[in-house]
């Protein structure tokens, strides 16, 4: 079966610093796909990265950038030089390949970015 | 409009009432989702949509009705609700891997439709 794990509960910074969520899965699938959201007060979830399991680049956009390591089964998303409206709940998810999976969603981080 | 749009964005209904929530898609996907986050508690799957059918009911109580006349629309119809349905009630849409075209894994959500039982 498929896990998701965010330990991290809540992570509060002061503006202008770099923060790591971090995000551990589990899965029994050779093919799989992760990803990252972000829902911010307002309640969309908005979708930023999707990763597949054979592609393990990191990848950076802007202040945005992913760790994926398959030998930990982590995929770490760091914020460089965060701003206040980096300020949501960050959820990784992990779906696996094979017919009917469904999207498994972290419990979520609240990031608090403090001016 | 673009992405996926949900109405209303905020529900107040008596346990009596019945009442229902609509979803859009505007991506030309063929696979809807209802999701419900409850306050400190992981995302939940409720129903699943694929080509109109409904492939998934992650054991939801009969007072939630989905409904999904074509690819673009999703409704739940609400009734009789319990106080402890209220949450978050998020749509998705995503472009499902059978069918046949480009596939992708990726779900787009709404904005959610915030839902109070009084």
């Known amino acids: 079966a498929q896990k998701v794990t965010q330990a991290q509960t809540e992570i509060s910074v002061v503006e202008k610093e770099d923060v790591t969520l971090d995000c551990v899965y589990e899965t029994r699938d050779t093919t799989y796909y992760l990803f990252w959201y972000k829902q911010p007060p307002s309640g969309e979830l908005v979708f930023l990265i999707r990763r597949n399991s054979f592609d393990e680049q990191n990848e950076i956009s802007g202040r945005y950038s992913w760790n994926f390591q398959k030998s930990t089964s982590s995929f770490n998303f760091t914020i460089t030089a965060s701003q206040v409206v980096d300020s949501a709940v960050y959820f990784c998810a992990l779906i696996e390949t094979g017919a009917n999976s469904k999207l498994t969603f972290g419990k979520g981080i609240t990031l608090s970015v403090r001016p | 409009e673009t992405g996926v749009t949900q109405t209303p964005r905020h529900l107040v209904m008596g346990m009596t009432n019945k009442k229902s929530l609509k979803c859009e898609q505007h991506?030309?996907?063929?696979?809807m989702y209802w999701y419900k986050q409850s306050a400190k508690k992981p995302l939940e799957l409720m129903f699943v949509?694929?080509?109109?059918?409904?492939?998934e009911n992650n054991s939801v109580p009969s007072r939630f009705s989905p409904e999904c006349p074509n690819s673009s629309h999703l409704f739940l119809h609400l009734h009789t609700l319990q106080p402890e349905d209220s949450a978050l009630y998020l749509c998705?849409?995503?472009?499902?891997?059978?069918?046949?075209?480009?596939?992708?894994?990726?779900?787009?959500f709404g904005p959610g439709t915030r839902l109070t039982v009084t």
């Open positions: 949509y694929n080509f109109k059918e409904q492939t």
């Open positions: 991506l030309g996907h063929n696979a």
């Open positions: 998705a849409s995503s472009q499902d891997r059978n069918s046949g075209g480009g596939k992708s894994y990726e779900q787009y």
